[in-house]
């Protein structure tokens, strides 16, 4: 069986299966790790912080930051530096250039080639689609999930609603992959109306920490070597994969 989405603007699917069918011919990729890779970038760039990503949260983590000149992000209560902890992140200094190892959404940022790539998250979902759209109509919006021990997909809840967070304010034919990621009290409405009451509604359930700034313009974090941001009126920091 054949799972096709090149036929919708919108397209959606997990993890990193989803990035290798869904990136190649996307005009954008979002990359959405709400607990906590992308709520970590929103909270870092939107203070003026460059993030790095990274993928593997092991000894050779460190020898990464410093070859790109940059502090590294330890694990979660380790102390008072930074980590990959969004609390962490609330008072980190504009200018610091942040290295942040993640196996899943730093993994799956880095894995999209050369296809211009943002993360997001509850936060700043608005902005997000919309600097997304800057690129062109085809978006493919990919909900990183967690891993279960032997390496195999595990969905998350707080990525399936972060992931319909960013579609409902996507204009443009939905998948039905992408459609299914919107509650059904949004389905009926236009997908050319603001969304955004009904959803943070829904989306609050799962905390308003998550949720706080949800259409801040400020903080749209573009991800990706060799990717010009979007333009500074959608946002005002964004982060690069390659020094």
């Known amino acids: 069986m054949t799972f096709d989405q090149s036929g919708f603007d919108v397209r959606c699917e997990w993890g990193e299966n989803g990035v290798r069918h869904l990136a190649y011919d996307a005009d954008a990729v979002i990359i959405v790790d709400v607990l906590s890779f992308s709520t970590c970038?929103?909270?870092?760039?939107?203070?003026?912080?460059?993030?790095?990503?990274?993928?593997?949260?092991?000894?050779?983590?460190?020898?990464f930051a410093a070859s790109v000149n940059a502090e590294l992000a330890g694990a979660r209560r380790a102390g008072d530096g930074y980590s990959l902890s969004p609390a962490s992140l609330t008072n980190i200094s504009a200018g610091t250039r942040l290295a942040l190892p993640s196996p899943n959404g730093s993994a799956l940022s880095l894995a999209t080639g050369t296809t211009p790539t943002l993360t997001a998250c509850l936060r700043n979902c608005r902005a997000v689609a919309t600097a997304a759209t800057n690129y062109g109509p085809r978006i493919a919006v990919i909900p990183a999930g967690e891993r279960w021990d032997d390496g195999s997909l595990r969905p998350a809840f707080e990525d399936w609603v972060g992931a319909g967070a960013i579609i409902s304010h996507l204009n443009g034919s939905l998948a039905p992959e992408a459609r299914a990621a919107i509650p059904d009290a949004m389905r009926t409405r236009s997908s050319e109306s603001p969304r955004t009451s009904e959803w943070m509604a829904f989306a609050s359930r799962i905390g308003s920490p998550l949720t706080a700034d949800p259409s801040s313009a400020r903080s749209a974090s573009a991800i990706g070597a060799n990717v010009a941001p979007p333009a500074a009126s959608q946002c005002a920091s964004s982060t690069v994969a390659e020094p």
């Open 41 to 63: 970038v929103e909270i870092a760039t939107s203070r003026g912080a460059v993030v790095i990503p990274y993928r593997w949260k092991d000894e050779s983590a460190a020898a």
